[in-house]
């Protein structure tokens, strides 16, 4: 089995107190808080959320930026609900950043087709902030984002600009109401790679989404000629301790936590997530 990383210094399992800078309402299920940590990270990262009493759970960095970080969350379980009753100015318990992001400084150059589905565009933003901090480093950026109905689309605001710089398609499930929003056409994230003309020339893709949808999309690309090493994806996997000292979310002989969440698709095509 790996060796599984260090522990030094200052203890990595002791949360520091943060303030929230603030609260915004993406969907019914989904908010985004916005914290006063400052450090740096890789678009990717995670960090862990703690509230005494409730419990800890880790959440994808959705920002690039030194001086704040960005975490929008979907409200699933204990921690998540509670987080959603926090506001402004209230304090919160955070340790991280932790794991392996895009590596995006080894990729400049390249054209990036970026693709999330419900709530994994989430961990996607962070890799859109650093393309536009960065913008001279990267070629052409596409961005295709699934939902499941238009009132669940993650980042309106933001999408309104992305547009007008980014060739952006978004589909939705369903639309019971016949009104399309953002352009948004009715059908799966899947119909629209398998309809975009994609080659795999000087290209990567992010994709971060429930496990059937990336499948399905990887099967896709395999199909126009993308390679293993072409793809990335975001996953996350029963992270607990995020040091690799629980065990809990090992892919084969990699841990998700300090391996991960993001991985080369070749790293881990062949495990199984049932």
Known sequence: MKTKK???GENPFVPKLYKILDFYREA?????????????????????????????????????SKEYIKLSVKEVGNVTRALSRLRKNDKI??????????PMESLKGNSIIIIGGGCGVAPLRSVID???NHRAEYKDVQLFFGYRAPNEILFKKEMKDWKKKYNMKITVDKNPNGQF??????GHVTDLIRQADLNNKN???????PPKMMQSVIEVLKQKGFHDDQIFLSVERLM????????????????????????RYDEIKDFKND
Do not use: W
Request: proline share 6%; with cysteine; charged share 20%.
């Open 181 to 186: 929003c953002y352009d948004a056409r009715e």
């Open 240 to 263: 607990y301790c995020a040091l690799g000292v629980c065990c809990h979310c090992m892919i084969r002989e990699n841990f998700t936590c300090i391996d991960g969440p993001v991985f």
């Open 6 to 8: 260090k522990i030094g």
């Open 130 to 132: 650093y393309i536009e």
């Open 28 to 64: 019914e299920d989904m908010f985004t808080l916005t914290i006063n940590m400052r450090t740096e990270y890789q678009p990717g990262q995670f960090v862990q959320i703690s509230l005494p009493g409730i419990g800890e759970a880790p959440i994808s960095i959705g920002s690039d």
């Open 203 to 209: 290209k990567v893709v992010f994709l971060c989404g």
């Open 93 to 102: 318990l955070m340790r991280g950043p932790y794991g392996k992001g895009y």
